[in-house]
Every structure is written in C-alpha cells, then in structure tokens.
T-cell receptor, first 109, second 113 residues
C-alpha cells in the first residue's frame, strides 16, 4: 500500500466552479501535512500547510481528518490560473516525507 | 536570493555513460533533498542530507546511484553507469530545517538513450 494516495484526475472544471481534492495517508503517526502545486514542466512549490483545525488562504481551504487519515483541499471560484497538478505531502516524522502522485486540475474558460 | 540552483537543466546521454547532477542550496539552509519524478511513480525521495550528513538514503534505487555533499552549499548526484530506466526529472530541494517547507530547484531533465 502506498504511503499517500491521491485521485490522479484529471479534474476538468469551468471557471468559477468549486473543486475539492482528497488524499489519504497510511501512517497514523504522520505529523505534518502540506499541499504543493506543480505547474507543467516546473518544480513543485508549497501552496499551503494543513493544520489540525483546518486553515484557509483566500479561495483555498485545507482540512485534516486524523481519524480517517485524509486531508483535503477545496478551491472556490476557480480561475484559469489554478490549472496545475496538486501534490499531497505527508511527513511521518524523522523527515519521512511522502508525496502523492498528484491530482491534475484544468480550469476551462 | 537566487533560490536552489541545479545544473544541467537538460541532459541527454547514452546508456552506460556516467551522469553527474549538481545542486546549490539556498544560503542558510542546512537540509538538502534529492528527488526523482516520473509519470509512473510520481515524486520519489532518493536521499536527504542534514548539515552535510546523509540521513536517509533508503530511496536510492541501487548502487549505481551515489550522492555527496562536499560542503554546506553544494551537492552532487551521480549515476554510473546510466540506464534508460533512469530517465526522469531529478529535483533538488533545500530547507532551513528538516521539517520545514522545502524549496525546489528547477530540476534536471535526464534522458538516457
């Protein structure tokens, strides 16, 4: 079983739509969680950390459910510029950092 | 700040040749990570260093791969001999500390023919 599982998509949504991605992790001892964004042929960049209480940054909301071992990313009012691959990242401690394979999002005009 | 610097950006080589990838950390960072990304396997951690010391190399696929950090700001990843299945994008990332945000370099796109 993979450490981190993501739906690869692709998700094709119209501009203005709300879209949500989920990611599950297998190690219950995981300590920190992140969402990274990767544009085509570019490097991954941190989008946001995920805190236990959930956190919001503009149109983006991240949530963590430790009991069910999943994290989510919600994007409201999608923009064309949101088109990218979103990587779920889980740190199980001692820097055992695991990346999901990514969920590809395309926002359509 | 220039960010993480990787060279070369693209490398095309023939099977059996030695390949050396280079990475310069962001000044002040003390953790360095080497990743490999392919369509099939996604982003995989190969090895990481903390304060120039290799901490975990369990992701290094086999003995053909080796990584060094001769000083606090520079690292190399060497593949010898290279094989077509090594074709991938190799990213280097640095971090101020092991559990902090990682900053990725632009990657080296390696093609082994």
């Amino acid at each position: 079983r993979k450490e981190v599982e993501q739906d690869p998509g692709p998700f094709n949504v119209p501009e203005g739509a709300t879209v949500a991605f989920n990611c599950t992790y297998s190690n219950s001892a995981s300590q920190s969680f992140f969402w990274y964004r990767q544009d085509c042929r570019k490097e991954p960049k941190l989008l946001m950390s995920v805190y236990s209480s959930g956190n919001e940054d503009g149109r983006f909301t991240a949530q963590l459910n430790r009991a069910s071992q999943y994290i989510s990313l919600l994007i409201r009012d999608s923009k064309l510029s949101d088109s990218a691959t979103y990587l779920c990242v889980v740190n199980a401690g001692a820097n055992n950092l695991f990346f999901g394979t990514g969920t590809r999002l395309t926002v359509i005009p | 700040d220039a960010g993480v610097i990787q060279s070369p950006r693209h490398e095309v080589t023939e099977m059996g040749q030695e390949v050396t990838l280079r990475c310069k950390l962001i000044s002040g960072h003390n953790s360095l990570f080497w990743y490999r990304q392919t369509m099939m396997r996604g982003l995989e951690l190969l090895i990481y260093f903390n304060n120039n010391v290799p901490i975990d190399d369990s992701g290094m696929p086999e003995d053909r791969f080796s990584a060094k950090m001769p000083n606090a700001s520079f690292s190399t990843l060497k593949i010898q001999p290279s094989e077509p299945r090594d074709s991938a994008v190799y990213f280097c990332a640095s971090s101020p500390a092991a559990n902090n945000e990682q900053f990725f370099g632009p990657g080296t796109r390696l093609t082994v023919l």
